[in-house]
């Protein structure tokens, strides 16, 4: 089929990878494309078996999720494609759709007897890139090709790209006559997402049918460069060609920016969605359920899908929703990105979420580096981003409200994440654990930027290692400086101030940040939102710190500076809409943890990404997995989740930085343990130092 | 001659299937899928879907005995037979499971064992005529077989 495989320019990438070595060559395309086949029904095994064969394909066949999972586990690089049945005794369809789509980012075609719109939807949401009803003819299969190509070429793109490319080379097409059966790509949100997908473009086709998925990790630095870059030409004039110049970051192409603004955008929009309801950030800040209101809507989504996944327990989820959507009592405004777990891993979503609070933060200031100390995996650039969001915010109301009701999601979320390796899922237990702290910590210091940051966070934390790096860029999520006028009272003095990254004592950190923030700080108001959401109780709010450190930015050590300074029980004041949200989510974290011990941010952001390896044992590799999955493929997904329950919330910010804290937050809060039940964040009244480590 | 004879015979035996709507267009699917390589390719499908799907009924029919009925898990077992009837082209087999979801939705206990009763009726005809069918062609030759009508 593509003759041309020299193309060579697929050169990055790991592009051998995609096929055997030396395997099929690209000319024989799609010839060789290697299916793994997931079906209960030893019936309809047996004819896709041969239909696939039929189509000149490899085909491995299994009767059993779980042996699917380990298959492809063991086999990394084994497999091109999936395709699994969604009705199977021992694993759901869309959950095993999800461990892959996170493990393994390969394209998952979903199919079923059902042709109920609302599994095919579920399909969609869950990430699935086309569904087929059965019964399956051979033509619908003759097609299932071109989703590893697409997914391989926009990867490839986005490796190779330097902006030279310009959007309007890539055409989205329906490719209806490509896809016989996939009613359900087209229109599809994700297929729409992926713009970049040529189809005109065989050529690139086939040399990005050999390359591997190259993954842009968002590190903190390179997200304060792309929010520098954003803040400089104005978040309205923002294009990614330009931005890309403007970072000038080499082997960064126009596809990674322009995803990940659009990640940006969609948590600026929201943050100055929340913010907008509450002119103060306090108030923001301190209902975290408010917030949650509006990102009810996103984050159930999210929820749900988390839920499905089992990552996020159903309480859990539907406690998130209910916070977020019953409390929203005076704060509605932030719609705290909630870090959908899933979004988090599965970048898909992440954009709408964050995006929304983030178009205002652009406009401000500078990227406050909110993160900046944020130790935990909270990376700079996930700081940045909220800092970002909660300068457009204007209100960090974003943040408060989101905190609220996205704190206890952030931090379930984080919990989640943190649950040392199990957090994730609390009932899923799923691999991601290690994930969500990471992913966690990010956005916490980012607030509602947190959703943007997460996601970049994510990438890093997923490192493990990345964590840490978060704390050294301070700079990055200077916290939206602007939002700190708003703030006022609102607990996030981190402000800009590096002095006040001196998060370590948590109550203190949250008065930080509020300060700070309005300084325009670095400080990550996130993380005050976080504290603001549990005023006081100090849970362990180690996380909640660490957001603000990060917002004290610039400090090399950031996210301690911000803390330190604080130290004081003061709630975060709800500046932290944005960091609170990273925040929380750091809390969350390290609120699960139970151990709270790190109130030094910087050390906690580390702290809190390492404890989560460590609890997470093992998590690690899989949360580097994810991480680097998510990295690799879109900016931050960092979905932010709400938190349904006070408690959770409390669970939150009583660990600030403490993993374990945030864990156990969100673990208690999915028990629905009342815990602190600080119903009402408000950040004003949040004491970072009442949160028990 | 007698194959001739054979051949046709089988032909218009396979016609009737798709005219009295006991197989169809699926059914073709699986005949395209046979080759050389899988001479009796739809044969083994059509055995393997028999011996798995009768594990199915099998668990439908206890739980038709159960009280209350669980329509839940009925309709998840219906759904999953469904599946493979779909998968061989077994056309008023699916119909038949189409149905009993139907009640299963409603919660009309009666009106799944009725129609329960007609499926099983309807899976042993096609089960019959299917091993029939394949015992012929056998005897006939697998080559002549190549030539297969197409559905219209």
Same mark, same amino acid.
């Not at chain 1, 959950?95 to 075609?109: A, Q, R, S, T």
């Not at chain 1, 229109?187 to 065989?202: F, L, M």
């Given at each position: ?142 097609? #299932? ?86 803040? $400089? ?23 990674? @920016? ?17 913010? $907008? ?37 159903? $309480? ?17 405004? #932030? ?164 002095? #006040? ?71 975060? $004041? ?47 590799? #899989? ?69 028990? @480590? | 001659?007698?194959? =001739? ?102 919660? =009309? ?42 559905? =219209?």
């Amino acid at each position: 089929m593509n003759p041309s495989n020299g193309k060579g320019s697929m050169s990055t990438a790991s592009s051998s990878a995609a096929w055997k070595a030396g395997d099929v060559v690209p000319d024989q395309f799609p010839a060789g494309l290697r299916v793994l086949v997931v079906d209960d029904d030893p019936t309809c095994l047996v004819i896709l078996e041969k239909m696939l064969r039929a189509c000149l394909y490899e085909v491995t066949k299994c009767n059993r999720a779980e042996i699917a999972l380990s298959l492809l586990r063991e086999n990394k690089n084994g497999f091109d494609i999936v395709i699994s049945d969604v009705h199977m005794p021992d694993m759901d369809g869309f959950k095993l759709l999800e461990h892959i789509g996170l493990e393994m980012d390969l394209p998952v075609i979903m199919m079923s007897a059902d042709d109920g719109k609302n599994v095919v939807m579920k399909g969609v949401t869950h990430g699935a890139c086309d569904y087929l009803i059965k019964p399956v003819r051979i033509e619908a299969l003759r097609n #299932i090709w071109q989703h590893v190509v697409r997914k391989r070429k926009n990867e490839w793109r986005e490796l190779e790209q330097s902006g030279s490319v310009e959007e309007g080379d890539r055409q989205q097409k329906p490719c209806d006559d490509l896809d016989y059966s996939s009613s359900a790509n087209e229109g599809n949100w994700k297929s729409s997402k992926k713009r970049k997908d040529e189809e005109e473009e065989t050529e690139e086709r086939d040399d990005s049918s050999t390359l591997k998925k190259p993954r842009v990790v968002w590190s903190v630095e390179l997200h304060q460069q792309f929010v520098a870059a954003v803040n $400089q030409l104005g978040i309205d004039k923002a294009v990614p060609k330009k931005i890309l110049e403007l970072m000038n970051v080499p082997g960064l192409t126009r596809e990674n @920016v322009a995803s990940h603004l659009q990640k940006y955008r969609l948590y600026l929009r929201r943050l100055s969605g929340v913010s $907008q309801h509450h002119s103060s950030l306090n108030n923001s800040f301190m209902s975290p359920e408010a917030t949650f209101g509006p990102m009810s809507s996103l984050n159930g989504l999210d929820l749900q899908t988390l839920a499905v996944t089992g990552q996020l327990p159903a $309480q859990s989820l539907a406690n998130l929703q209910a916070a977020g959507l019953g409390r929203s009592a005076a704060k509605s405004g #932030i719609p705290m990105p909630l870090i959908d777990q899933r979004n988090l891993f599965s970048f898909e979503n992440p954009k709408s979420r964050f995006g929304e609070g983030q178009q205002q933060h652009l406009s401000s200031s500078k990227p406050m580096n909110l993160l900046h100390g944020i130790p935990t995996t909270m990376e700079p650039k996930q700081l940045a981003s909220l800092h970002q969001s909660a300068q457009s915010l204007g209100n960090m109301n974003v943040q408060v409200n989101s905190h609220g009701a996205q704190s206890s999601s952030l931090l379930m979320q984080m919990a989640k994440t943190q649950s040392r390796g199990n957090i994730l899922n609390e009932s899923a237990g799923s691999h991601l654990p290690t994930l969500p702290s990471s992913i966690g910590q990010p956005i916490i210091s980012n607030g509602i930027a947190g959703g943007v940051i997460g996601r970049n966070e994510i990438g890093d934390n997923g490192r493990g290692t990345g964590y840490n790096q978060v704390a050294q860029t301070s700079s990055m999520l200077s916290f939206p400086m602007n939002h700190t006028t708003e703030l006022a009272g609102n607990n996030f003095p981190i402000g800009s101030t590096p002095g #006040i990254s001196n998060v370590t004592s948590k109550g203190a950190f949250h008065e930080e940040v509020n300060s700070e923030i309005k300084s325009s700080a670095g400080f990550v108001p996130s993380y005050d939102i976080f504290n603001d959401l549990h005023p006081q109780k100090s849970q362990d709010w180690e996380l909640q710190n660490v957001g603000l450190h990060f917002n004290a930015s610039q400090n090399a050590n950031p996210v301690q500076g911000n803390f330190n300074a604080s130290q004081n029980a003061n709630p975060v $004041q709800g500046n932290l809409d944005v960091s609170s949200s990273v925040l929380v989510h750091q809390g969350y974290s390290s609120r699960q943890q139970g151990s709270g011990q790190n109130r030094n941010i910087s050390a906690m952001g580390r702290t809190m990404f390492s404890g989560l390896e460590a609890t997470g044992q093992g998590n690690e590799q #899989i949360m580097d997995q994810l991480l680097n999955n998510l990295i690799v493929d879109t900016p931050v997904r960092v979905k932010y989740e709400r938190f349904s329950d006070t408690s959770s919330q409390n669970a939150l910010f009583a660990d600030p930085f403490g993993q374990e804290d945030l864990m156990s937050a969100l673990l208690k809060q999915q028990q629905g343990n009342t815990g602190p039940a600080e119903p009402d964040f408000d950040f004003d009244g949040y004491s970072i130092d009442n949160i028990p @480590v | 001659m007698e194959r =001739n004879q054979m051949h046709k015979h089988i032909f218009l035996m396979r016609q009737s299937f798709f005219d009295q709507g006991l197989l169809d267009e699926q059914f073709i699917q699986l005949e395209e899928l046979q080759d050389d390589a899988n001479p009796n390719f739809v044969e083994e499908v059509v055995t393997l879907y028999y011996r798995d799907s009768s594990r199915i009924i099998l668990n439908i029919e206890q739980s038709l005995e159960r009280n209350p009925l669980d329509f839940n898990k009925l309709d998840n077992y219906m759904h999953q037979f469904k599946g493979s009837s779909t998968s061989i082209g077994a056309k008023k087999v699916k119909a038949e499971c189409t149905q009993f979801r139907e009640y299963c939705r409603a919660g =009309n206990g009666e009106g799944c064992m009725r129609t329960f009763q007609q499926l099983k009726k309807e899976y042993a005809i096609l089960k019959r005529k299917l091993e029939n069918y394949f015992q012929q062609s056998r005897q006939a030759g697998p080559s002549e077989t190549a030539c297969r009508p197409r559905m =219209n």
